[in-house]
Antibody, heavy 121, light 110 residues
Framework: QLQLQESGPGLVKPSETLSLTCTVS??????????WGWIRQPPGKGLEWIGS???????YYNPSLKSRVTISVDTSKNQFSLKLSSVTAADTAVYYC?????????????WGQGTLVTVSS | EIVMTQSPATLSVSPGERATLSCRAS??????LAWYQQKPGQAPRLLIY???TRATGIPARFSGSGSGTEFTLTISSLQSEDFAVYYC????????????FGQGTKVEIK
């Protein structure tokens, strides 16, 4: 059974960089059939797609966050990571990692449990 | 950016009754529409993709319909475990320009 697990600091100071890692187990991140994405959800609000990465390193980002986001992959560790720079209180959210296919099956079918990141001094 | 609008914001339904949730896209997304269920403190769970195809393990009481800009999720007979928030998501473009979610519909016990 595929499992995804987010890890990283739960508290980040304003203007600093948020860094999270997603560890994939029960399957290979190097599968040719899937991308790996990040989605976030501010407390009490809806979902926002941040971006996605393929095992080869090909990335797609939400234009609204593109200038601040970097997603990378480490196939040797079966992990992918998110960096979000210059954070503000508006970046406080539960951050999820998830798997998705592409083309007509580009839906998020496996999710991590999510990790709350609070931006505060 | 394609804006997804869900209605109603909250739906009060008695157990055993039918629930009908709506999702409207600001422009056509063909059938590239998914529905997710989210319970408090949990990650979303994929219910429906391709507007009408149930994901693996999803009970038959969940059904999706629609295409273009108007979509519906129907839960034929609500069970206690179905009370949750439901989100629609469009994934109309590949490669993705921006994928967007609706704001959610909360299905609560009447």
């Amino acid at each position: 059974q595929l499992q995804l697990q987010e890890s990283g600091p739960g508290l980040v100071k304003p203007s600093e960089t948020l860094s999270l890692t997603c560890t994939v187990s029960g399957g290979s991140i190097s599968s040719s059939s899937y991308y790996w994405g990040w989605i976030r959800q501010p407390p009490g609000k809806g979902l926002e797609w941040i971006g996605s990465i393929y095992y080869s390193g090909s990335t797609y980002y939400n234009p609204s966050l593109k200038s601040r986001v970097t997603i990378s992959v480490d196939t040797s560790k079966n992990q992918f990571s998110l960096k979000l720079s210059s954070v503000t209180a508006a970046d406080t959210a539960v951050y999820y990692c998830a798997r998705h296919g592409f083309n007509i099956v580009a839906t998020f079918d496996y999710w991590g449990q999510g990790t709350l990141v609070t931006v505060s001094s | 950016e394609i804006v997804m609008t869900q209605s109603p914001a909250t739906l009060s339904v008695s157990p055993g009754e039918r629930a009908t949730l709506s999702c409207r896209a600001s422009q056509s997304v063909s059938s590239n529409l998914a529905w997710y269920q989210q319970k408090p403190g949990q990650a979303p769970r994929l219910l429906i993709y391709g507007a009408s195809t149930r994901a693996t393990g999803i009970p038959a009481r969940f059904s999706g319909s629609g295409s273009g800009t108007e979509f519906t999720l129907t839960i034929s007979s609500l069970q206690s475990e179905d009370f949750a928030v439901y989100y629609c998501q469009q994934y109309n473009n590949w490669p993705p320009e921006v994928w967007t979610f609706g704001q959610g519909t909360k299905v609560e016990i009447k």
